[in-house]
């Protein structure tokens, strides 16, 4: 077991911890051999295996190879990038970096665990720095902005789009320069399909662009470019830009791009952010265009930095709620969370009970699918299944990207029942929970639903969804 003053590999001397997730740690490090700062991410490759993420590994890896090193090893980059295989240790030696995206030294893998040699960021997350300030000056800001666009015109330059643009995953060194990580649900240009476009959904919620919302396809770098206005927007405003009382007005304000912005804002900045936060792709700005603009180019004027303090300190907003409880307490602290979908705005509005049509159609005693929404983190939700399919003697077939597949153990009157309980993730404390029959008799699904399953997950449940009973569980 890794531990502190434990050497690694033979080369590194594993210090304090850093973070801890799902999956695995991340241990501050030090180089015995240039006695270089290093964090090291160390990810159980069982665990992995079993939840499925090997591929978003693989893939991670492949980008950061694509945006910060390139492979020098003596054998295939294919075979270096079997981790799940026995193979011993191997090495990324970096060669081209860019000076804001946190360097991936190396990858190395043994039989049991994988381990991630990074770049280690003494700054923390660029989300400590709002939360900790409220807000940011325009000139600070803008500092970190002209970097933020400088390292994702640099990765789309390579034909990687992010995805996941967020103050969470934008990191500070010692020098407070800023540097993108996490590439977990970063794209390739091979990942479009032959109209052009990903498919995707992914992201976070309140950074997403619309089109990727709409689930019609979408340009991987005018995303990005959505997400880093959003940031941006953040960072001045010390809030988000779309706001509203449930979800769905918000992302009723994102499809129409409608959002204000506040007063202490300069004029060139709300000119450059309108054009940024244009809801139609096809006329949002591109990043040469903003590297063209008045604003990226020079920032606000000299004289107005005294004045925006003031107004920064003093200004009161009418609707202007600080910023989301965040999932993590630092840069390190969750190491790879449980993979879970995130719903766009058609898939809440059907998923809201106001809006479920299906009674018309569906008899309520023959209805197959059951709806919760809860305020556990999704590895706790996925924890609780488990253990009541393993009270009530059921089989967990698959697990899978945020799905679990429950199956009894003996043929019923239509077969083997099945059910598919998959977690949609709202906000990272708020999920929204579908149980589906997938197979087996309908009368003996509601029973064991009824009976069983609906009581015994009574402590992760906040409320049930689509039906008569629906009752707050506090």
């Known amino acids: 077991m890794e531990g502190r003053g434990k050497i690694l590999m033979e080369r590194y001397e594993l210090g304090r911890l850093l973070g801890k997730g799902t999956f695995g740690k991340v241990h501050y490090a030090r180089n015995l051999e240039s006695n270089q700062s290093v964090a090291i991410k160390m990810l159980d490759k069982n665990k992995v295996l079993k939840i499925g993420l090997s591929e978003q590994i693989r893939r991670e890896i492949t980008t950061m190879r694509l945006v910060t090193i390139e492979l020098h090893a003596p054998t295939s980059s ?3 990038l079997k981790l799940m295989g026995r193979g011993r240790q191997f090495t990324y030696t970096p060669t081209v970096t860019h000076k804001n995206i946190v360097e991936l ?8 665990k994988i381990y991630f040699v990074m770049e280690y960021m003494k700054g923390g997350e660029l989300f400590d720095k709002i939360e900790k300030s409220g807000k940011l000056m325009e000139t600070a800001a803008h500092k970190y902005f002209q970097q933020l666009i400088s390292a994702v015109d640099y990765c789309h330059s390579r034909g ?9 995953n934008l990191l500070l060194d010692e020098d407070e320069n800023l540097k993108i990580s ?14 052009g476009l990903l498919h995707t959904t992914c992201g976070t919620p309140a950074y997403v662009a619309p089109e990727v919302i709409r689930k019609t396809g979408y340009d991987g770098a005018k995303s990005d470019i959505w997400s880093c206005g959003v940031v941006l927007f953040v960072l001045i405003a010390g809030y988000l830009p779309f706001q509203g009382p449930n979800l769905m007005e918000m992302y009723r304000k994102v499809e129409h791009g409608d959002f204000r912005c506040p007063s202490w804002f300069s004029h060139k900045l709300k000119k450059l952010l309108y054009k940024i936060l244009d809801p139609n792709p096809s006329k949002r700005i591109s990043i040469q265009k903003i590297k063209e603009s008045t604003w990226f180019r020079k920032g606000p004027e000299g004289t107005h930095t005294v004045k925006e303090k003031i107004a920064c300190e003093n200004a009161t907003t009418n609707a202007a709620p600080t910023l ?8 390190y602290e969750d190491v790879k969370p449980l993979t879970v979908t995130n719903l766009n705005a058609f898939e809440i509005i059907s998923f809201s009970s106001g809006f479920d049509l ?26 609780k299944i488990e253990d009541v399919a393993k009270m009530l003697n059921l089989r967990v077939r698959k697990k899978d990207n945020g799905v679990v597949k ?14 598919d309980t998959e977690i949609f993730e709202i906000t990272p404390f708020h999920h929204l929970v579908e149980m589906k029959q997938t197979s087996g008799d309908s009368l003996e ?28 569980q506090d």
């Open 78 to 80: 294919t075979q270096k």
């Open 324 to 331: 989301p409880v965040r999932r993590k307490k630092n840069a």
């Open 182 to 195: 996490d590439f977990g649900l970063s794209a390739l240009s091979e990942s479009k399909r032959q109209d």
């Open 406 to 419: 429950i199956q009894g153990r003996k043929e019923g009157r239509n077969g083997v029942l099945q059910f």
């Open 160 to 168: 990687v789009y992010h995805r996941d643009l967020k103050p969470e």
């Open 358 to 383: 299906s009674g018309l159609f569906i008899e309520k005693e023959c209805r197959k699918e059951a709806r919760f929404t809860s305020d556990k983190p999704a590895s706790a939700i996925i924890s």
């Open 105 to 112: 030294h190396e990858v190395m893998a043994t039989r049991n």
């Open 445 to 472: 699904y509601r029973k064991l639903f009824e009976l069983d399953i609906r009581p015994a997950l009574k402590d992760i449940v906040r409320a049930w969804h689509g039906d008569d009973q629906q009752q707050n």
